[in-house]
């Protein structure tokens, strides 16, 4: 009986061995989750706070153009698309690109509603004081006027502050950038992280960064006029104070201004 028992009590013993690791290294199995934003590109992830200036207290979105701003083009037709092109940079070893899922893109893609016509880029008679070169942004209508010779302007679609974020006034182009980096203020983390959303503090330029292919940047603010990775969102009440515009158009006007052209925001 002895003898019996000997295997028995030897099969038992090694069996603890083996799982006395295992059970040591069970509650290490579970990692705490990490919170990051599903969406980079959500509308939240826009630009910056407020600045000095008029604060309008209703937001629209504008149906169609006031009288002054009436189409050149005969009714019912549009300018087709800036003849600019644009390009995405080459990825460099100090540059953090996120891989894109194409399932995910295509399902998205399908979702998102087209931009109304009356946003794309066109001709448009302008009378307002302003001379030729000056940029004039009205908030109320979300157009962007790049004003020329003769009363006319071009006339593009553009995404402005957000209820709480409005602003106006009048300042200088002082710095361009291409496919700028995005680093959002602490003040926007803080804002952000409230609702449970967390920023990144640094995003390096890319088709996933919500500053677009372009950024004219307003004088010493935290404002800029950007290229936008939601094309959509043109004509709506929908930033932290920018002016967003789509990629082609932001490029098409980037080409077209300087460093020191006068912006008016109304």
């Known amino acids: 009986m002895r003898k019996l028992f000997l295997?028995?009590?030897?099969?038992?013993?090694?069996?603890a061995a083996i799982a006395t690791p295992a059970l040591a290294n069970d509650r290490y199995a579970e990692r705490p989750p990490?919170?990051?934003?599903?969406?980079?590109s959500a509308p939240w992830v826009t630009q910056l706070g407020r600045a000095p200036g008029v604060v309008r207290s209703s937001r629209g979105y504008a149906v169609q153009p006031q009288v002054r701003y009436r189409q050149v083009a005969p009714q019912g037709q549009y300018y087709g698309q800036p003849r600019v092109q644009y390009r995405q940079p080459q990825a460099g070893t100090d540059r953090i690109r996120?891989?894109?899922?194409?399932?995910?893109?295509m399902r998205r893609k399908a979702a998102r509603p087209q931009i109304n016509p009356i946003y794309l880029p066109?001709?448009?008679?302008f009378d307002g004081k302003e001379k030729p070169g000056t940029i004039v942004i009205d908030t109320t209508q979300n157009f962007l006027y790049l004003v020329g010779e003769g009363g006319k302007a071009r006339r593009y679609g553009v995404g402005t502050g957000k209820p709480g974020?409005?602003?106006?006034?009048?300042?200088k182009v002082s710095q361009k950038r291409e496919w700028p980096d995005w680093r959002p203020p602490s003040e926007m983390i803080a804002r952000e992280k409230a609702k449970g959303r967390y920023l990144p503090t640094f995003l390096a330029g890319g088709i996933e960064n919500p500053l677009g292919a372009r950024a004219l940047y307003l004088g010493s603010t935290l404002?800029?006029?950007h290229g936008t990775?939601?094309?959509?969102?043109?004509?709506?009440?929908?930033?932290?104070?920018?002016i967003r515009m789509r990629n082609e158009?932001?490029?098409?006007?980037?080409?077209?201004?300087?460093?020191?052209?006068t912006v008016v925001v109304m």
């Open 34 to 40: 990490v919170m990051v934003s599903p969406d980079l």
């Open 122 to 125: 066109q001709e448009v008679a």
């Open 249 to 261: 158009d932001v490029v098409d006007l980037y080409d077209r201004v300087k460093v020191g052209t």
């Open 223 to 225: 404002y800029r006029i």
């Open 7 to 15: 295997p028995l009590f030897g099969a038992i013993g090694a069996l």
């Open 165 to 171: 974020f409005e602003w106006a006034g009048t300042h």
């Open 229 to 242: 990775n939601q094309p959509w969102t043109i004509g709506g009440a929908v930033s932290s104070g920018c």
């Open 98 to 105: 996120t891989a894109a899922v194409p399932g995910q893109q």
